[in-house]
């Protein structure tokens, strides 16, 4: 499993991103009022929570696919994730310090902060396993 990601380095790094999108997406998913009330964000937006929780349960499958299996031709997955994740973060980051759209006092800098590092992890991955996920 350690050469499937270049090392324990890589691989330290994949089961990190694992555990966050586990959390974050089990949470939106199946603890979604919690999850809600804990940034005070109104119950109408369950559908959106659970929405979110479902790409993200759908990354966590894929990965532990990519752990057993190997990291072989899984460019777009990793290309994929990163860029998702750069994309969330930027927009997280414009709505809580630019536009302030829906802030409560629930709101915190943790929807651009996790998911940057994320976006980050991911690059890290995506350079570092480049001669295995893009054969």
Do not use: H, P
């Amino acid at each position: 499993m350690i050469e499937n990601f270049n090392g324990i380095f890589y691989l330290i790094i994949f089961l990190v991103i694992l555990a966050m999108n586990t959390f974050y997406g089990f949470n939106c998913l199946f603890k979604t009022q919690k999850f809600l009330e804990k940034y005070e964000v109104d119950i109408s937006a369950s559908f959106f929570c659970r929405f979110a929780g479902g790409v993200i349960m759908g990354a966590v499958l894929m990965q532990l696919y990519i752990l057993f299996r190997g990291t072989e031709a899984t460019w777009a997955f990793f290309n994929f994730m990163f860029i998702m994740m750069t994309l969330i973060a930027g927009a997280s980051f414009y709505g809580f310090e630019i536009d302030k759209l829906g802030l409560t006092k629930g709101s915190s800098r943790e929807g651009y902060v996790s998911t940057g590092v994320l976006a980050i992890l991911w690059a890290i991955l995506c350079f570092g396993l480049a001669d295995k996920i893009y054969i």
